[in-house]
């Protein structure tokens, strides 16, 4: 590692390039061949237009982690920010419509804003050499699993209506995996229960919340981001079925149908929590099939990715070596990888391994070039026989596919490329400016 100001400089490139072990390794890569790199997935056709969509509720997260001053060397802490906003499309498409006339000014930004309502989580998690003052906080891991429980069990978006740790247990049925006692030093095996409990071996204190297993990504000696990372996107995942069953507990099926929920990035969590991906695919499952039977149209989520292999794979698909860049594919169409073409072309597995996203996914992929010649890589909830079942790409598998798409090529946005503007306006409520949010930590600290 170099010292602090120590830059490298371009003598080893050329060795390196020469290097034995670099050669070897560039004849042993498979390429892909043009033939291959040519070919396009199954294309569908679903049905537009058949639901009007009058409110969208987009969810997104951030975080920023900083060193904090509190007498101890390489202290941190990560500030997490969830926003969800609720946004009114019939106004908004009012709106659109002005500026379009002389007799109409364009509308103000003001105005937009008054069309949106949100509702934000946040919380201050502690990293290495910082604990708290209560009792079990006594160490920097201890302290976190203290604040992660605090959090979750106090978190909720309505104040009538469950936390995020109520629907964590509502839909495991409280039948979490065993894990390993979180104790230092504890080889035993404990289940975490729906209210705090001890571990019989040590007497170290388990929460509910210790089955997420995000301290098992905790630091000691290092930067705790990635547990912070976990924690963030475990709260948007279990947000977004919070706010679904909300419509459940209030019997409001009859306004499901025209909502869409919108979450930043796929329908999938990986890491230590991958295990809820089936909890949580079975739960919308049930709340669709439920809207389902009282006539609605089922649930309308989609995951929107602004970056990852299927973006990349899309951009490559719509390359053409007469028009270039964006030039292959017509304007509206929507690609259905299946499982054989996943594997051939996008994330790279034998013909016969387990399924791209078999444990971790609870949504499959749509690729859509957009009306306006916009990408989107999305993936729509897995909630009947046809979607759990990776080698079919009937219309059925992809459950409102056609209203998804509907509100990509209605609400894309120039601004950013391949954008969504719902997207757009949770990050914004989502967002913490950098230095803002270093400088909210430090105030924190400073008093300590």
């Not at 498979?30 to 058949?50: C, D, F, N, Q, W």
């Not at 995942?237 to 149908?257: A, G, K, T």
């Not at 909630?383 to 080698?391: E, K, L, R, S, T």
Request: one cysteine or more; charged letters at 25%; a negative charge.
């Amino acid at each position: 590692m170099p010292y602090d100001g120590e830059f490298a400089t371009g003598h080893t490139l050329a060795r390196l390039v020469d290097n034995p072990a670099v050669r070897d390794f560039d004849g042993e890569i498979k390429k892909s061949t043009s033939a291959i790199s040519a070919a396009l997935p199954v294309t569908i056709a679903p049905r537009r237009g058949s639901t009007r969509v009058k409110r969208l509720i987009a969810i997104d997260g951030s975080s920023v982690t900083s060193r904090v001053e509190n007498g101890h060397p390489g202290a941190e802490a990560s500030l997490l920010n969830i926003a969800a906003v609720v946004i009114a499309l019939a106004g908004l498409r009012e709106l659109a419509q002005m500026g379009k006339s002389a007799t109409e000014p364009i509308p103000s930004p003001a105005a937009i804003r008054e069309l949106e309502k949100w509702n934000t989580l946040s919380a201050v998690l502690p990293g290495r050499n910082v604990i708290g003052k209560s009792v079990g906080a006594d160490t920097p891991k201890r302290f976190f699993r203290q604040v992660v429980h605090r959090e979750i069990s106090g978190a909720t978006l309505s104040g009538d209506h469950e936390t995020l740790l109520d629907t964590l247990r509502a839909i495991t049925n409280d039948r979490a995996k065993p894990i390993q006692c979180p104790g230092d030093s504890c080889d035993q095996h404990v289940t975490p229960q729906s209210e705090p409990t001890s571990c019989g071996a040590c007497g170290e204190t388990v929460y509910p919340s210790d089955s997420l297993r995000c301290h098992e990504r905790f630091e000691d000696y290092g930067s705790s981001e990635q547990a912070f990372t976990m924690v963030r996107i475990v709260v948007e995942h279990l947000s977004m079925v919070n706010l679904i069953r909300w419509f459940e507990r209030h019997d409001r099926f009859d306004v499901l149908d025209g909502i869409g929920f919108i979450m930043d990035g796929p329908l999938a969590i990986f890491g230590m929590a991958a295990w809820l991906k089936k909890h949580i695919q079975d739960e919308l499952t049930r709340l669709h099939q439920l809207s389902l039977q009282k006539g609605g149209a089922g649930v309308l989520l989609l995951g929107v990715e602004k970056h990852g292999l299927f973006m990349d794979h899309l951009e490559a698909l719509d390359w053409s070596a007469a028009r270039g860049e964006r030039g292959r594919l017509e304007p509206g169409t929507v690609m259905a990888p299946d499982v054989g073409y996943i594997h051939q072309h996008i994330a790279l597995r034998p013909p016969d391994a387990k399924p791209h996203g078999q444990d971790t996914y609870y949504g499959r992929h749509l690729m859509y070039k957009s009306r306006s010649g916009q990408h989107a890589a999305l993936t729509l909830p897995i909630v009947n026989d046809q979607g759990a079942d990776p080698a079919c790409v009937e219309e059925d598998a992809y459950p409102r596919a056609g209203d998804a798409l509907d509100l990509i090529d209605e609400l894309g946005t120039h601004l950013y490329k391949d954008g969504f503007a719902p997207l757009a306006r949770a990050h914004l409520h989502a967002a913490v400016p950098l230095h803002r949010g270093t400088e909210i930590l430090a105030s924190i600290f400073s008093d300590r």
